[in-house]
Each structure stands twice: as C-alpha cells, then as structure tokens.
C-alpha cells in the first residue's frame, strides 16, 4: 500500500531516543505501522517511508499490512495507557521471552502520552495471543492470558477480556483497578455469547460497538452502558475462519483470516479490508461470498 522504513534499535533506552527523534521528523501513533522484539530482546519499528503520508493512515490500512521483515519475531498488536499511567498491552505471548518487552512498551506509552494519545493499534500478524499489564517498566509484569484473559480492549470505564476456551466477556472497573493496584482479581462477567466460544475480539471500541468473532460466527456488542450491561446488536452465523480485527470510522471492516481453534483464531492473516461506508455487520458474510478468496 505505501513503503516503509524498518529502525533497528538494541536496548530501551535506544527505543526513547530514537521515538523521540522520529517524532521530530513528523511521526505521530498513527504511523507507527509494527513493533517486534527479536530473542535477543532487540525491537524492530517499521513506519511509513513518506512521513508527510502519516495523517491519512487508518487503523484499518494498517491492519492490512504485511511486516517488512521476516523470520523470528515476536509482535505487538496494541499498546495502551491506562488512567494512572499503568499499561497494557497485547501480543505475541513470546514477547515475555525477550526481557524487554515491558520497557519497550512503557517506553511506547510514554511516546505516544506526549501526543496525548492512550494507545495505538499495529498491524496484523500470526502468532499465540498474550496480554500484560505493568505499572512500570521496574514492576512487576501480569501475564493476563496466564489468569485466562486474552484480546484486551480498553472502554471508557475499564478493560474488557475474552475468557479463553469460553464465550464469556469480562470486564474490570478502572476503579477496581486502581483500589487493587493490579488486575489480577476484580474482574466480572458481562457478556456470554451464543454463537460458542469468543475467538477474537476486534481491537478496539468504536461508536460504543465491538465485534467479537465467535466459533459459529460474529456477535457484535453495545458496550456503552459498562459497567453495568452489555447489549448484544448483531448476530452473523458464519463458519468460515473469518475474524474481525477492526473497522474504518465511517467505512469498511478489518477481516482476517485464520484457523479455528477452541481456544482462538490462530494462524491469522493480514486483514483486508471489506465492505463500504453503508454496510453492516450483517451485510458482511454475503460480501465475504463475493469476493474471489481462497480458501472459499
């Protein structure tokens, strides 16, 4: 879709520096395409050649990418700030092996807090999910998927999770959090989808709705009246290993590829993006038809 630059950075603390000058040079969230982390614990950023370009990516196009590099490495796929600056993030469950991911990913909120944004979302890649939680890069790490909950997503009032091997939605309270000083405990159930097992939840809230891709189809949510309810507004049967990752503000829908395992969609592909600006969730499956894709 565009070029793109890879920078190799060897510790953290050449991760700072480095966010910091490409700051200078017009990068913003938005273009922060990838981040991976090598065994080494060495971190790979891949942004846009044209930084001029930046304003006008979308989370959908980057979700769309392919990463410019290949072999062993461990991705990100969101990194959040949380109130009180503590923060989660979503990836690889590898990226624990490396012993820096969690510097890297304060280092990550911190960059994007000075663009008084509270998180930014990275393109799509395959791998077993994980999700982690720190006050710091000098705590203590909360392996979530460890506790059970996996493809965190941030409301307006808390942190959203899938149970793993369940259709069951959880939802922990800022509030909470912040009396706890850890997730570990507080979280409750706020949703049990019909459709099976929840798969994949699509990366972040938009216009209050959230997609979750379910073993027997999408289920897609009203999570504007968390904590206290979430209401259920579509249901799309559909057994075809397709998962939704994200959508285009006012446009299309962020579709991914992959294999359905009990415990998540694994081996995922790059999305693409599909639809237009008028279709619904429930006009997906019939567009998904008419596209010449393999695996169909």
């Given at each position: 879709m565009f070029?793109?630059?890879?920078?190799?950075?060897?510790?953290?603390?050449?991760v700072?520096l480095?966010?910091?000058?490409?700051?200078k040079q017009?990068?913003?969230p938005?273009g922060?395409?990838?981040?991976a982390?090598?065994?080494?614990g060495e971190t790979?950023?891949?942004?846009?050649?044209d930084?001029d370009a930046?304003?006008?990516i979308?989370v959908?196009?980057k979700?769309?990418?392919v990463?410019?590099?290949?072999?062993?490495?461990?991705h990100f796929?969101?990194?959040?700030?949380l109130?009180?600056?503590?923060?989660?993030?979503?990836?690889?469950?590898?990226?624990?092996d490396?012993?820096?991911?969690p510097?890297?990913?304060?280092a990550?909120?911190?960059?994007?807090?000075?663009?008084?944004a509270?998180n930014?979302f990275?393109?799509?890649?395959?791998h077993?999910?994980g999700?982690?939680?720190t006050?710091?890069?000098?705590?203590?790490?909360?392996?979530?998927?460890?506790?059970?909950?996996?493809?965190?997503?941030?409301?307006?009032?808390?942190?959203?999770?899938?149970?793993i091997?369940?259709?069951k939605?959880?939802?922990?309270?800022?509030?909470?959090?912040a009396?706890q000083?850890?997730?570990?405990?507080?979280?409750?159930?706020v949703?049990?989808?019909?459709?099976?097992?929840?798969?994949l939840?699509e990366?972040r809230?938009?216009?209050?709705r959230l997609?979750?891709?379910?073993?027997?189809g999408l289920?897609?949510?009203?999570?504007s009246?968390?904590p206290?309810?979430?209401?259920?507004t579509?249901?799309v049967p559909m057994?075809s290993g397709?998962?939704v990752?994200g959508r285009?503000?006012?446009?299309?829908?962020a579709?991914?590829?992959?294999?359905?395992?009990?415990w998540g969609?694994?081996?995922?592909?790059?999305?693409?993006?599909?639809?237009?600006p008028?279709?619904?969730l429930?006009d997906l499956?019939?567009?998904?038809r008419?596209m010449p894709?393999e695996?169909?």
């Open positions: 070029a793109t630059r890879v920078y190799h950075y060897r510790d953290p603390a050449a700072i480095g966010l910091k000058e490409l700051r017009g990068l913003t938005r922060l395409l990838f981040v982390l090598d065994p080494r790979y950023i891949a942004v846009p050649e930084l930046v304003s006008n979308r959908g196009d979700l769309s990418l990463a410019p590099w290949e072999g062993r490495y461990f796929d969101a990194v959040h700030r109130p009180g600056d503590s923060v989660l993030w979503n990836g690889d469950r590898r990226l624990s490396t012993g820096s991911a510097e890297v990913a304060v990550i909120a911190e960059w994007i807090k000075g663009a008084s509270k930014v990275l393109g799509c890649t395959a077993v999910p999700s982690f939680w006050v710091d890069h000098l705590s203590t790490v909360v392996d979530l998927h460890a506790l059970g909950f996996l493809d965190c997503v941030v409301t307006t009032s808390g942190i959203l999770a899938r149970k091997d369940s259709g939605l959880y939802h922990l309270e800022f509030q909470t959090l009396t000083g850890s997730p570990t405990d507080g979280w409750t159930e949703f049990n989808s019909e459709m099976g097992n929840i798969l939840v990366r809230v938009l216009q209050y997609v979750l891709t379910c073993e027997r289920d897609e949510i009203d999570v009246h968390l206290d309810l979430v209401i259920e579509a249901r057994r397709f998962g990752v285009i503000d006012g446009g299309a829908f579709v991914t590829a992959g294999t359905i395992e009990p969609l694994t081996n995922m592909s790059p999305a693409m993006l599909v639809g237009s008028t279709e619904k429930l499956p019939k567009t998904l008419a894709l695996g169909e």
